[in-house]
């Protein structure tokens, strides 16, 4: 059978078409890839109970940032989060100025990020002093610093005074609570920081 010439070439281009959405397709998808592995901003975060760790992962999502969990070396217990007992181990860490709770794992290299977010829960007011460990065991000259916190019922307003006046050298954005904040008001706020 003989096919004729027209529709060889309707053939041909249709063929031709294909693979090129085929190809585009793929760039695409190499491209996102590479967007999120070439990321300059990143969250970082402390999660006690799991709260600041899913407003950490909504926030890294809508920006397109990478995520970094600050882990304490000895986990918390539910008697260590008692605030209601002086000697339970988060109040004596809270009481001591000076506690910088151990980090598990190696320090995270944050040499390509423009943007850190800082996230954890009010603890008495204020950041937990893991936070602080994270911040004086870290390079964060030049970089733009965003607290962000989860609360019961504390304003996030003394913690990033505290964190200004403890490391005054380093470049604090005003910070945010992010108890109730979702879709698109939490994409424009994170997304204002690039």
Known sequence: ?????????????ALLISLSACAMGIK?????????????T??????????????????????????YEIQPETPYTDADLDWRDDNSRSSREMHDPGSRPAIKGEIKDLSRYDVVFIGYPIWWYTN?????TFIETH?????????????????IDKSCDDLRK??????????R????????DLEDWGNSFK
């Open 42 to 67: 990143v969250v970082v975060y402390f999660s006690a109970t799991g709260t600041t760790r899913n407003v950490a992962g909504k926030l890294a999502a809508a920006t397109g940032a990478d995520l």
């Open 28 to 40: 695409q998808q190499a491209s996102a890839g590479q967007d999120k592995k070439d990321s300059r």
């Open 139 to 155: 390079e964060l000259e030049g970089k733009r610093l965003v607290p962000f916190a989860t609360s019961g019922g504390s304003a």
């Open 128 to 132: 937990p002093t893991i936070i602080n």
């Open 177 to 184: 609570l992010l108890n109730d904040v979702d879709g698109k």
């Open 166 to 175: 403890a490391y005054p050298t380093l470049n604090w954005e005003k910070g």
């Open 1 to 13: 059978m003989k096919i004729k010439k027209p529709v060889y070439i309707v053939f041909f281009m």
